[in-house]
């Protein structure tokens, strides 16, 4: 028995340092992930703020100080100046989903120790939602509610902006460009504020454009940066977890058959040896299939340390950079697609309808995508009817990505000639039209009734294996909940395919 014993015990020690190795991996993984997460925040609050700081700079040197002159009264939102400046900031503010505010305002003449407004970018009417007329409505934070007294308070020339004596940026930004300090909560939610001097022609600063950002939106998307390196640690934790689970069983089930037959202690031994053996095995595969993300994380977290966020010269760090990029893009965009049939499926996709002209997101789709196609050897075009504007009502962002999958994936299947994107409008059936023709592989009729099911492809699939098979899924479900429609048309395979995406036009 004494010889089981020494067994025994030399098969126990391997358990406890077994699970003790698992406990102090769990832990650094909780805290290498926590600074991994501290510092992304830290560094895209960085980006956020030089982003803020560039949109503010650029559109105060676009302001005329000789319009703001002209803006002094509550009657004088009707001068031709307040329009001009107005419509401007109102064309900035709603060319970027992540401004939620855009204001001027300045010292008054009477006292410079206090603030006036002088415009703001949704007041084109001042007095919309005090009107009592619904249709006049102006939704200024975009959270579906009417607040004419709290965030959707409307400005005109001259009104009092109290608050400001409590900012102390709102002063300083009289002698240069800023950004708040913190993440501060007002009247209006979290947000970070930019600030810059506008000034007249002898460089005197007349006014201070603010520019928010809501904080709330930032945060969400510091969440989804680290989520898919989360869900994959965590994957990785339970995985170990239920196998060293499964080895200690084993080992106690052995344990037990040492103490009835000692003349099996050699057998035992062998197959605690081919388990020792399946464990490192199976560790080696981890590691293995772990490399690329860790090494993706390292060179993030390398260039966290030695803030080579700036001017990069080293072609090396690019490559990084670019690697890291590449890797986080793909598993967003899998997770993303992911999520969205989770929510669409439980009722939960939420839609910001407004009527827009849908031109110049999808010229702006073919611009971005047009250098993709470039490098794979594709000409990509897009034109019109010519029948503009092409107002339809709907979600921005949710239709720019169905155009986007789309033509994603007709550049994907296209391995020569030419895609070609033309917007045009059927009268007779009210309906705005994008259509996507590409030269690529075609598709048989037998495939097209599956096309756009979750994780389907064509038969030519095989020469794209970095699809999730939820694009045009996802596509189909967007345009159906706008009221369109999306179909396609493909004279067979290997003559290429036509994909319509059809939205009621807005008159």
Known sequence: MDRIGGVMRKIKNPVWVGLTLLAISIIVIILAT??????TVVLLTDNLRETILTISRTQA??????DLSALKTKDDWKKPEWSRVVTQLHSVKYSNKNIV????????????????????????NPFANTSGDP?????????????????DKLQWPGQDYAEAVDIPETF????????????????????????????????NTVA????????????????????????FIIFLTLTISALTIIVIRTWKKYMKSLEDFNYQITITNEKLQSLDKLKTEFLSLAA??????????????????????????????????????????????????????????????????????????????????SITAQNKGLTLTFATDGTGPYMVNGDVEKIRQVVLNVIDNAIKYTQSGSIAILLSRDVEKGKIRIAVTDTGMGISSGEREKLFLKFSRGAGGHTNTTGSGLGLYLAKQISEAHGGSISIDSPGVGQGSTFTISLKAVQ
């Not at 690697?323 to 993303?336: A, F, G, P």
């Open 288 to 369: 293995h299939q772990l490399r690329s993300p860790l090494t993706a994380i390292r060179g993030y977290t390398s260039m966290l340390l030695d803030g080579s966020f700036g001017l990069i010269a080293d072609e090396k760090q690019k490559d990084a950079i670019d690697r890291v990029m590449q890797s986080s893009t793909h598993l967003t965009k899998v997770v993303e697609d992911l999520l969205n049939v989770s929510k669409i499926e439980a009722g939960g996709m939420k839609y910001f309808m407004v009527p827009f002209d849908i031109e110049k997101p999808v010229k702006e789709l073919s611009t971005d995508l």
């Open 61 to 66: 040197t676009n302001i005329s100080a000789d």
């Open 101 to 124: 505010f855009m204001y001027i305002f300045r010292k008054k003449a009477a006292d410079p120790t206090q603030m006036e407004f002088v415009a703001d970018a949704d007041s084109i």
């Open 208 to 231: 201070v454009l603010a520019t928010d950002v809501k904080a709330d939106d930032f945060l969400t998307i510091t969440t989804r940066t680290l989520r898919p390196f989360l869900e």
């Open 135 to 151: 249709s006049r409505y102006v939704d200024v934070n975009r959270d579906g509610l009417i607040e004419p007294d709290g965030p």
């Open 34 to 39: 926590n600074i991994l997460y501290q510092r």
């Open 172 to 203: 300083a930004a009289y002698d240069k460009a800023l950004t708040s300090t913190d993440l501060y909560t007002d009247a209006y939610g979290s947000v970070i504020t930019g600030y810059a001097p506008i000034k007249d022609q002898y460089g």
